[in-house]
């Protein structure tokens, strides 16, 4: 389980990276009084990068314990490949969804972010905790049928 929670890191961080910097360089995508002071902006965005992923991981780590200790999964093995696409799935949808949310609900748009971090963290530790019970199910062949159980 801390494999699949490193990796969801990891993938967190190699999306934000780029993200950051086509929103700061390119689209200039910061606030008013960082115009021009570009590298600041990064730097700030950095490490809001860095306080998003490990609370998402924490958070991640936390319901996913949790699942797995609810149904029982303890012995079954994580897969860190699924924490690291769905690292990266969390931050390619996060900078859609806060573009939506400014052009949709711009009085509410710190509140959506905040439902974006909660929704997308549930669904995470969901999938994982899925993928684990998908593993964890005994393979039966075709030919034993209902006998084996």
Not at 4 to 24: E, H
Not at 44 to 70: C, D, K, Q
Not at 86 to 104: E, H, I, K, N, S
Request: aromatic share 14%; glycine share 6%; net charge positive.
């Amino acid at each position: 389980m801390w494999r699949a929670a490193r990796y969801f890191f990891v993938g967190i961080v190699v999306a934000g990276i780029p993200i950051n910097l086509i929103s700061v360089y390119l689209l200039h995508g910061v606030a008013t009084d960082r115009v021009g002071l570009w590298d600041r902006a990064y730097t700030e965005l950095a490490i809001e990068l860095t306080i998003f992923a490990v609370a998402m991981t924490l958070a991640l780590w936390l319901l996913t314990f949790l699942g797995r200790l609810i149904f029982r999964l303890r012995g079954s093995p994580t897969n860190p490949k699924l924490g690291f696409l769905l690292g990266l799935a969390v931050m390619t949808v996060q900078y859609p969804w806060d573009v939506a949310a400014r052009r949709f609900f711009p009085n509410h748009s710190n509140e959506q972010l905040g439902v974006y971090v909660i929704l997308s963290v549930f669904v995470c530790a969901a999938i994982l905790v899925w993928d684990n019970f998908t593993r964890k199910l005994p393979k039966l062949d075709s030919q034993e049928g209902l006998s084996a159980l």
